[in-house]
């Protein structure tokens, strides 16, 4: 096993993870649960994103993920889906 990527499968989660968010549409700041995001990660950093509905208005929010956001989500337990390239 590589040193660079951590055995996280002895730790105990004591509490469920949360996330702080935001929505671009009606500007409510709310924490998260992992089930309610999903990430998907692309080919490139324009096709690397998370997603969630608002849970104030109801909107679909879609926002870019960089590697640091990616590495949290996936160590927070967030569903994630690989996009691949057609070409």
Same mark, same amino acid.
């Given at each position: 096993?590589?040193?660079?990527?951590?055995?996280?499968?002895?730790?105990? +989660?004591?509490?469920?993870?949360? @996330?702080?968010? $935001?929505?671009?549409?009606?500007?409510? +700041? @709310?924490?998260?649960?992992?089930?309610?995001?999903?990430?998907?990660?692309?080919?490139?950093?324009?096709?690397? @994103?998370?997603?969630? *509905?608002?849970?104030?208005? $109801?909107? =679909?929010? +879609?926002?870019?993920? =960089?590697?640091?956001?990616?590495?949290?989500?996936?160590?927070? $337990?967030?569903? *994630?889906?690989?996009?691949?390239?057609?070409?």
């Amino acid at each position: 096993m590589s040193s660079d990527i951590p055995d996280i499968s002895s730790l105990e +989660r004591v509490t469920p993870m949360v @996330f702080k968010a $935001g929505c671009p549409d009606c500007r409510a +700041r @709310f924490e998260l649960s992992a089930p309610a995001l999903r990430l998907a990660i692309g080919g490139s950093a324009n096709t690397t @994103f998370y997603s969630f *509905t608002c849970p104030e208005c $109801g909107a =679909g929010v +879609r926002k870019p993920a =960089g590697e640091r956001i990616v590495e949290l989500l996936i160590r927070g $337990g967030v569903r *994630t889906l690989r996009l691949h390239s057609t070409v």
